[in-house]
């Protein structure tokens, strides 16, 4: 490779770099431990999803033993979840924004399970409250992808305890 062309892909590498990435962002809410408290006691409900990304082809990219996360929507977490995403519920892999700082009990108060391999999930006894259901969706479509695909999404979720039927959830980012 000459010159002219290490040039060129050294300014391709960089001009990508800028591009990946998300910004650091900050969240002004205090994590407090008893509006989470709500996570560990038992109840009686239970959520099934499916967690998946659709591809521009229409191909579905499961969550395929991927984590993915019951958050109960606190004020911190509705904040965390409002600068991380701003008003989607999908954030691309090449730009995943990150907390400057995460109060290390906020994980504590969550629960996570593995998706199967058809990107589907379960949470049993859950408690009334409102949550967040998150995971990450991410691939290369070959092995010389410099980028990765996908991203993070989340959805919303009520839990009443009144529930006559399973919740039933779809955390596709739309």
């Not at 300014?11 to 008893?34: A, H, N, T, Y």
């Amino acid at each position: 490779m000459g010159c002219r062309q290490s040039l060129c892909v050294a300014w391709l590498v960089l001009s990508l770099g800028g591009c990946m990435g998300g910004r650091e962002v900050k969240i002004d809410q205090r994590f407090d431990p008893v509006a989470a408290a709500y996570i560990n006691k038992s109840g009686e409900s239970r959520i099934d999803g499916h967690a998946f990304l659709k591809k521009p082809n229409g191909r579905a990219m499961n969550a395929v033993g991927d984590y993915v996360w019951l958050i109960p929507a606190t004020p911190y977490a509705k904040e965390r979840m409002k600068r991380l995403y701003g008003n989607a519920k999908f954030m691309p892999a090449s730009a995943m924004n990150r907390a400057e700082e995460t109060d290390p009990k906020f994980y504590e108060f969550t629960r996570k399970t593995k998706a199967e391999s058809n990107g589907r999930f379960t949470f049993d006894k859950v408690a009334p409250g409102e949550y967040f259901i998150a995971t990450n969706i991410v691939w290369k479509d070959d092995e010389y992808d410099v980028l990765s695909r996908g991203g993070a999404v989340y959805e919303a979720v009520t839990v009443t305890g009144k529930e006559e039927r399973i919740i039933r959830v779809v955390v596709n980012g739309m």
